[in-house]
């Protein structure tokens, strides 16, 4: 405690001078006056820390002096020396804010007690002083750190380039950015804090929002998801957009929604896909002419074997070269549904429906083929895929090929030993996408033979396949947001897993989808 010099005030002059020296003996600074007046002018001349006053003196008494003290500066300790039963000026002492006050005779220890007690406060009080003012300083720098991440993200906000929609827990638009305002051709100004999310969005699209918001309860980011956006003028373009849901000890508190526009980028992708066909198809005619040449030469001696069962009037002649005829026909027919396919743009024709009835669907048409050639086929379907909005031509006709290369992969094998074993499941991965698995245990492929399988022409079937099969199927599933991952095993066998976008329906959009139907 550093409150040291004693300002003693008393009109016996000996009494001043003994508490003066037992003052000082105890390492106190003092400063003296005689009366009230006096004792104001050394108060303003030496601003001691504690007054020790009399209460009766001429001039001006010891309550008079309290009272101007207190009125020049409040926090001044006072103790007041009284006679013993002076009880009302000791109550009056006390009104006017005395620190203490001690009966005459003034003893040492009585006096010490008092200024401990007078120095304990001026302690406390500058301890609270410095509290606040490090509390006002820590406060302060607080509220700039607060101000200058809030300028921050508005202007993150702002300047992004996404679009950047939030809506309060009464779904009003409370954040709305410039590229927001692009993307819906709708000023800000007219946006928030007026409008709610069924003004702004399709009623589908809002309606896709809140059920967002009351699925996840637990907050956080949703998956980035694409669609098509249609705004109210009717305009519709692709975007790409994510839901972060807000919720606040276990209350909803709102959503935020960003847009990427991806007109730009799908129409480079289309260009680049469209560039690399063309390209692709030019670098494949070399190689479809030498297959072509193939089936020529299998029509050739097809009518040849007819000729000759026409001239000896051979029926089974007759029957075997119409049946190679045939085959080459359809050869020709294969070879040009699938340059026609792969050449053409095809935008995939989304219809809800069941990939598990369409696994089974492919297991029916290849069974019996692939009994006849000592190959088993077995199928695992995850019951919790429902009803799904996709293209379900494409599912089909990929996970046709891709079943029979596997059954192909299994004639080839060299090891008549093995049972062979086609597997074809479905199942969801972590990253929400539909996964269509064709395993087999067939002859496999090297790392080369497998880096090669999507490049035009390639086949491992020699002149019976046409090199285009794989090269279709990717193309089909790359039009639908799809990939195909292959592994493979030279002996082992070969497993090709086709994943698609997860995007199921209700069932009461399915029951509209069948009464539209």
């Known amino acids: 405690m550093s409150a040291n010099k004693i300002l003693i005030v008393d009109d016996e002059e000996i009494i001043v001078r003994l508490l003066s020296m037992s003052l000082r003996s105890d390492g106190y600074e003092t400063v003296t006056a005689g009366n009230g007046e006096e004792a104001l002018e050394v108060l303003k001349a030496q601003s001691p820390d504690i007054v020790v006053t009399d209460i009766k003196m001429p001039v001006m008494d010891g309550l008079e002096l309290l009272k101007q003290i207190k009125l020049i500066d409040p926090d001044k300790e006072v103790i007041i020396v009284t006679g013993h039963g002076d009880i009302d000026s000791t109550i009056t002492a006390l009104q006017y804010g005395a620190s203490d006050f001690i009966n005459k005779p003034v003893r040492d220890e009585a006096l010490a007690i008092a200024l401990e007690r007078a120095k304990a406060k001026i302690h406390i009080r500058e301890q609270l002083e410095g509290y606040t003012k490090n509390l006002e300083f820590k406060v302060a720098q607080a509220t700039e750190e607060i101000r200058r991440k809030s300028n921050f993200q508005r202007l993150l906000i702002h300047f992004s380039n996404d679009a950047i929609v939030a809506f309060d827990h009464d779904w009003k638009i409370v954040v709305y950015n410039p590229e927001a305002a692009r993307i819906f051709n709708e000023p800000s100004v007219n946006v928030i804090n007026k409008m709610t999310i069924e003004d702004l969005y399709q009623p589908e699209i809002s309606g896709v929002f809140k059920e967002e918001a009351r699925k996840n309860p637990n907050a956080g980011n949703l998956p980035w998801k694409e669609m098509m956006l249609t705004i109210k003028e009717g305009k519709t373009f692709p975007v790409r957009f994510t839901t972060n849901v807000l919720y606040e000890k276990g209350e909803f508190m709102g959503i935020v929604n960003f847009f990427q526009d991806l007109t730009e980028i799908k129409d480079l992708e289309k260009e680049l896909v469209r ?26 001696g097809g009518s ?27 050869r020709v027919s294969d070879l040009t549904q699938d340059m026609l396919t792969y050449s053409r743009e095809h935008d995939p024709e989304m219809a809800p429906c069941s990939p598990n009835e369409i696994v089974e669907e492919v297991v029916s048409l290849v069974k019996e083929a692939a009994k006849a050639k000592d190959i088993s086929i077995k199928s ?12 379900p031509e494409t599912i089909h006709r990929s996970l046709l090929n891709l079943v029979n290369n596997a059954m192909d992969a299994c004639l080839e094998d060299e090891d008549l030993s093995k049972k062979f074993v086609i597997g074809i499941k479905t199942y969801t991965d972590a990253q929400e996408m539909i996964c269509f698995e064709v395993e087999d245990n067939g002859c496999g492929m090297d790392e080369k033979t497998l880096s090669q399988l999507f490049n035009p022409m390639f086949s491992t079937k020699g002149g019976k396949g046409t090199g285009l099969g794989l090269l279709v199927t990717g193309k089909l599933v790359e039009e639908h947001k799809g990939r ?28 509209l989808a069948k009464e539209d139907k």
């Open 275 to 300: 560039s690399e066909r063309l390209a692709a198809v030019g670098q494949t005619v070399s190689g479809l002419a030498h297959y072509v040449k193939n089936i020529l030469i299998g029509l050739k």
């Open 304 to 330: 040849y074997v007819v000729d000759v069962g026409m001239k000896k009037n051979n029926t089974q002649k007759l029957k075997t070269g119409w049946e190679t005829i045939k085959k080459n026909i359809s």
């Open 380 to 391: 695992k379907i995850d019951p919790r895929i429902g009803v799904v909005l996709a293209d």
């Open 484 to 511: 195909i991952d292959t592994k493979s095993q030279k002996g082992k066998g070969s497993c090709f897993t086709l994943k698609l976008p997860f995007d199921p329906i209700s069932p009461f959009d399915e029951r």
